[in-house]
T-cell receptor, first 113, second 111 residues
Framework: DTGVSQDPRHKITKRGQNVTFRCDPI?????LYWYRQTLGQGPEFLTY????????KSRLLSDRFSAERPKGSFSTLEIQRTEQGDSAMYLC???????????FGPGTRLTVL | TQLLEQSPQFLSIQEGENLTVYCNSS?????LQWYRQEPGEGPVLLVT?????EVKKLKRLTFQFGDARKDSSLHITAAQPGDTGLYLC???????????FGTGTKLQVIP
């Protein structure tokens, strides 16, 4: 197993465009988390899934953000009508269950011009 | 909102020196993790501490969880250039395991 993968690694977009990121967790990990990290800061929780169910969403996740995990495996995070303030590193993590270590992917760095 | 404050924010030291990074909160955590993150990569877990007063060692790194489970420290002995990175503490308040990350300490070890 190669760990958590994220695609793309970098995305540059113009303000107002929609973007979608993908996360492939470690196989058989039923928990999947999305975080956002700005330069020099710690990651901030956005949302998490238990299998295909989205169990919590942070207040940071405005209505322009939507996340899915349709088959309980990979997940997508979509940002509609991007704003410059959305520029950040978007990190995905997976874990085999509650109270277990979270394994992070390399992140997708988004730049909104 | 649970906040984890780390200090110092930045630390630049010479190879061979010792250092301590602190992670403080007014909230109680059921466990606390320390991560190291290198530029352009995701955080990598170093250790998890779960018992108040617990001390764990990982080679030259010593981690301590406060007795009240509100704070933690990371001590590095004889720092090496390979220790350079962003050190993050993260608290787990229990339940569904949503961790809250600290503000981070950026460490630079100069050869």
């Amino acid at each position: 197993d190669t760990g958590v993968s994220q695609d793309p690694r970098h995305k540059i977009t113009k303000r107002g465009q929609n973007v979608t990121f993908r996360c492939d967790p470690i196989s058989e990990h039923n928990r999947l988390y999305w975080y956002r990290q700005t330069l020099g800061q710690g990651p901030e929780f956005l949302t998490y899934f238990q299998n295909e169910a989205q169990l919590e969403k942070s207040r940071l996740l405005s209505d322009r953000f939507s996340a899915e995990r349709p088959k309980g495996s990979f997940s997508t995070l979509e940002i509609q009508r991007t704003e410059q303030g959305d520029s950040a590193m978007y990190l995905c993590a997976s874990s085999p269950g509650p109270r277990a270590e979270q394994f992070f992917g390399p992140g997708t760095r988004l730049t909104v011009l | 909102t649970q906040l984890l404050e780390q200090s110092p924010q930045f630390l630049s030291i010479q190879e061979g020196e010792n250092l301590t990074v602190y992670c403080n909160s007014s909230s109680v955590f059921s466990s606390l993790q320390w991560y190291r993150q290198e530029p352009g990569e995701g955080p990598v877990l170093l250790v998890t501490v779960v018992t108040g007063g617990e001390v764990k060692k990982l080679k030259r790194l010593t981690f301590q969880f406060g007795d009240a489970r509100k704070d933690s420290s990371l001590h590095i002995t004889a720092a090496q250039p390979g220790d350079t990175g962003l050190y993050l503490c993260a608290g787990d308040s229990g339940g569904y395991q949503k961790v809250t990350f600290g503000t981070g300490t950026k460490l630079q070890v100069i050869p």
